[in-house]
């Protein structure tokens, strides 16, 4: 506890109680005022407002003043209260005004050891109890039981899983089980994030960010889906290479969260590349969705935070090339490594890339030659995509800006590495 005295702060003056009375006293009134309100607002009969909180913290700050053992028995003593009021009230079943009671007299008795601390959680505890009928309505409402159940499945994760995994690679510098799963982690996490956003923004929104929340699953996918519904007639042209581009913004956002993961040296490098190209294929993105005259490809969203299969497909993919891209460096040198990692870009960029970054730093000659050719053969293999699925009209929208933000990525990377 590095961070917290443990001993509280000296009473060598009046004007250090006054400070510590004072500010037990502001925390108790701010707690009360809201409990205060509440009851007014809500029509009920609860044990506790405005002065009985502030009297709570106060008793706490004076009670461990006097020692430990005051601290204890005040502490039981306000528990005793508490309990009192949960036997026999009638009006108000809940248990939340009591628990924020007890904690009060903790906040006002924490004033002696970090005011500071102590303000901050009586903001915080306000807050809470501000939000109740908003946090009822989101958990009761809002969030969809599937919802839930995949929030605490990412929770798992990475509050069990990942810090349990080991972290030592099986074969060189791949097959790191810690690696997997944290990248399995972050692609969940990343596709949660994407879908709660999509259900907060509005409709007009709904197929730009629905697109940026598939590219995170296959944004080569994405751009074929979206071809086919222009070849077949159901949608705008350019709608639908805006919403395309919009999928590849989801690819470089996903190759900065892998990298970040690997090599924070390689994510220096690529950090400012990567916001110029996404920001290239965002301006791009707006223009065309803006200008178009149709958004019949909204895509609608279900109610799944995250697809574990396709991530886990795609973690998969990722372990798979890196393991070859590794092998073909291990047997055939560096021409081995450029070789695999052009020949991986083609179809999964994050899984040649990620192999590249694991083996080296930015500085090596070989693995920057090889990292900014897998970008370049990505792009052109996704223009090649646009045209087979979408036709000519298709790709000549989508393929130029796709060529110009890698064209730029690939420019400023090199150009970072010679700063």
């Not at 306000?126 to 159940?149: V, Y």
């Not at 970008?375 to 045209?387: C, F, M």
Request: hydrophobic content about 55%; proline content about 2%.
């Amino acid at each position: 506890m590095n961070f917290i005295s443990l001993n509280p702060l000296s009473l060598n003056s009046y004007t250090d109680f006054l400070t510590i009375i004072a500010a037990a006293l502001g925390c108790g009134l701010l707690i009360g005022l809201e409990r205060e309100r509440s009851k007014q607002r809500e029509n009920q009969h609860s044990f506790a407002g405005l002065r009985s909180f502030a009297i709570c913290a106060l008793l706490g700050a004076v009670c461990f003043i006097f020692g430990p053992y005051f601290g204890i028995i005040g502490a039981l003593a306000v528990t005793g209260i508490a309990i009192y009021s949960l036997k026999n009230q009638i009006d108000d079943p809940g248990v939340t005004t009591e628990i924020a009671f007890v904690l009060t007299y903790f906040i006002g008795a924490m004033c002696l050891w970090n005011i500071s601390y102590a303000a901050g959680l009586s903001v915080i505890l306000t807050i809470l109890l501000m939000t109740k009928h908003s946090m009822h309505g989101i958990a009761g409402k809002w969030i969809t039981e599937a919802e839930f159940r995949d929030g605490i499945f990412l929770l798992a994760l990475l509050l069990i899983a990942l810090p349990l995994t080991p972290n030592k690679p099986f074969w060189g510098s791949v097959l790191n089980p810690y690696v997997i799963l944290k990248l399995l982690t972050l692609i969940l996490t990343v596709q949660a994030l994407a879908h709660i956003a999509k259900r907060l923004l509005s409709s007009k929104n709904a197929m730009m960010l629905s697109s940026l929340a598939s590219g995170f699953v296959s944004s080569t996918a994405t751009i074929a889906s979206l071809g086919l519904e222009v070849r077949n007639g159901r949608a705008d042209t350019k709608a639908n290479a805006g919403a395309a581009l919009m999928s590849c913004v989801a690819t470089l956002l996903q190759l900065l969260i892998i990298v970040i993961g690997i090599s924070l040296s390689w994510f220096k490098v690529i950090l400012l590349p990567s916001l110029i190209a996404m920001l290239i294929l965002i301006i791009f993105s707006v223009w065309f969705m803006r200008s178009s005259q149709t958004l019949e490809s909204v895509q609608q969203s279900d109610s799944r935070m995250f697809s574990l299969k396709e991530a886990a497909i795609i973690v998969v993919s990722l372990t798979v090339i890196q393991a070859g891209v590794y092998g073909l460096n291990v047997v055939l040198g560096d021409a081995g490594l450029i070789a695999g990692t052009l020949l991986a870009s083609l179809f999964e960029i994050h899984g040649a890339l990620s192999t590249i970054v694991i083996q080296g730093e930015p500085s090596n000659s070989v693995l920057a030659w090889a990292f900014g050719l897998g970008l370049g053969a990505h792009a052109i293999a996704k223009s090649v995509n646009a045209l087979l699925t979408g036709g000519t009209r298709f790709a000549l929208v989508f393929a130029p800006i796709q060529i110009l933000h890698m064209a730029a990525f690939v420019f400023l990377f090199f150009w970072m590495l010679n700063l």
